[in-house]
């Protein structure tokens, strides 16, 4: 598609902020009115536009996607967004490690057990851990209490929550990473920890590096996302 327009700017609606092309708001992939949080989210999606050159290139909309499945899908139905999280507490990698004794296993109690402590004290929630691959239910009232945590969200932190606990396969990981302080290349290490040890034992695959590293950019943006809405 070619552009289509000359001027991007951004303005201030009645319920949050909308970016403008040529003066008229853009809407969201669903129709819907595409109002966000907050200016400084508004002023990088508006960039996202500006940077378009002739030719309109989709893959380059990242925060556009981000808010419009905030606005489309999670808005409509918080609660199914929540029931859609969950999963990724039940089956949260930080859980699952490797047999005691194995130096896997140290590695896993070494980084990610502070990382499950903390969570634990902060919502007052116990995580079984498990040694192997057989699922083990996570308490009821773990799950109650997390159910709870991700109500405290709007529509775009849960959206920015889905994209970081897909790609991390935890819940944990996912909510250590919205906070003001996180340190999305440590999360990501702690997420990627099993697929690090294999490299170190067999060697890395260029192709697989790569693919680490788009997962990895998608992970910072989702970041980046939750921040300029948490600053709204």
């Not at 050159?53 to 409509?76: C, H, K, Q, T």
């Not at 007052?124 to 239910?137: A, E, K």
């Not at 991700?150 to 906070?179: C, N, P, Q």
């Amino acid at each position: 598609m070619k552009r289509f327009y000359r001027d991007v700017t951004v303005s201030r609606e009645a319920d949050g902020w909308c970016v403008m092309l040529d003066g008229r708001g853009v809407r969201t992939a669903g129709g819907r009115p595409q109002v966000v949080p907050g200016e400084a989210l508004a002023r990088a999606m508006a960039a996202e536009w500006a940077d378009q050159g002739e030719e309109i290139d989709p893959a380059l909309f990242r925060f556009r996607d981000l808010a419009d499945f905030a606005i489309d899908a999670v808005a409509p139905d918080l609660q199914g967004a929540i029931r859609d999280l969950l999963p990724y507490a039940q089956t949260d990698t930080l859980c699952y490690r490797g047999d005691e004794g194995e130096a896997l296993h140290a590695r896993q109690v070494a980084v990610w057990e502070p990382l499950l402590t903390r969570a634990e004290r902060r919502w007052d929630v116990r995580f079984v851990r498990v040694s192997g691959i057989v699922h083990q239910p996570q308490p009821g009232e773990t799950l109650a209490r997390m159910t709870a945590a991700l109500g405290a969200h709007d529509a775009f932190t849960l959206a920015a929550l889905r994209m970081l606990a897909s790609l991390a396969a935890s819940l944990v990981i996912a909510l250590a990473a919205i906070a003001p302080d996180a340190d999305a290349e440590a999360l990501w290490a702690a997420a990627n920890l099993e697929e690090d040890w294999q490299a170190e034992l067999w060697g890395r695959d260029a192709e697989a590096e790569a693919r680490r590293q788009t997962r990895f950019a998608a992970f910072a943006l989702a970041i980046r996302f939750a921040a300029l809405c948490r600053n709204a």
